[in-house]
């Protein structure tokens, strides 16, 4: 069976799971936008395109999220004293954390998991793969730079070299 093939098959039974109506003007509507899809997806050449496998453990990442959301709580609390505290205690900065996760999956894992957490914000890569990020106070990117969300991020994904090496 084709990739085009599987891809239109898999649309068909999503399409059924999830309207679970089966009258006959459904049915037929189903069915020309699932053709106009298909066709769309491979006059675009979507189903050419192999993009990176995910190489993650999945185990660990359930104990990331967990470790995540409760530094997301911690943050939100930190943030919160901050701005109702009558001196405003915030000292907007601007540094580059070097991004030491060893894969472009763990890089975008790293700087997500920066951005969800609040008062801080990955702004963007840098060629020497340091992230730029803005924080509302200088405390939390002395946090990032102890390494402890980076080396979590390293647990998560599979033991490979790095990206770079493997070019």
């Known amino acids: 069976m084709t990739l085009t093939n599987r891809f239109i098959l898999t649309m068909i039974c999503l399409w059924l799971l999830l309207s679970g109506l089966f009258k006959a003007q459904l049915i037929i509507l189903g069915a020309l936008s699932i053709a106009l899809v298909a066709y769309l997806a ?8 192999r993009g990176q496998p995910l190489y993650i453990r999945s185990l660990h990442i359930l104990g990331y999220w967990r470790w995540l959301m409760y530094q997301i709580l911690l943050s939100n609390i930190d943030v919160s004293k901050r701005v109702w505290s009558a001196d405003l ?25 920066i951005t969800l957490t609040p008062g801080t914000t990955a702004i963007n ?8 990020v803005h924080a509302l106070h200088e405390d939390s990117l002395d946090e990032l730079e102890a390494g402890e969300m980076a080396a979590r991020v390293r647990d998560v994904e599979s033991h490979f070299p790095r990206d770079k090496e493997q070019r």
């Open 89 to 113: 205690n915030i000292k907007p900065t601007l540094r580059r954390i070097t991004a030491t996760p060893n894969t472009e999956l763990g890089r975008a894992i790293y700087a997500n998991s």
């Open 125 to 132: 890569f840098t060629p020497e793969d340091d992230i730029l």
């Open 42 to 49: 491979k006059k675009m050449r979507v189903l050419e395109h």
